[in-house]
């Protein structure tokens, strides 16, 4: 078992930034490919990126590609997410996941993974 707390999010200007953290208790996940998720209301869950087990390869969609950047301290179990040049259309409820990624660091939904409940950013015009 996981449990994942995500924190760092708010209200934040368009231009500006946030880092996310998600700490993650239970069992260490240095073996574990990890990653965020975003669902802005009205719609769908989205994948925003996730990160292998040692931190070198990452993997992003397009929509922030360049803009956010996903790190790991293994030693610290942590996984963070830092976010520049945010637009309003960033806003949503940030969520991170383990275990849910294939090798390749996409998500599957064939995945009994684990999630956390979420931190709202909001990005103001």
């Known amino acids: 078992q996981v449990q994942l707390v995500e924190s760092g999010g708010g209200l934040v200007q368009a231009g500006g930034s946030l880092r996310l953290s998600c700490a993650a208790s239970?069992?260490?996940?240095?073996?574990?490919?990890m990653g965020w998720f975003r669902q802005a209301p009205g719609k769908e869950r989205e994948y925003v990126g996730a990160?292998?087990?040692?931190?070198?390869?990452?993997r992003y969609a397009d929509s922030v590609k360049g803009r956010f950047t996903i790190s790991r301290d293994n030693a610290k179990n942590t996984v963070y997410l830092q976010m520049n040049s945010l637009k309003p259309e960033d806003t949503a409820v940030y969520y991170c996941?383990?275990?849910?990624?294939?090798?390749?660091?996409?998500?599957?939904?064939?995945?009994?993974?684990?999630w956390g409940r979420g931190t709202q950013v909001t990005v103001s015009s």
């Open positions: 239970g069992r260490t996940i240095s073996t574990t490919i």
């Open positions: 990160i292998n087990w040692s931190g070198g390869i990452t």
């Open positions: 996941a383990a275990d849910v990624f294939t090798f390749g660091l996409s998500y599957s939904s064939n995945r009994n993974g684990y």
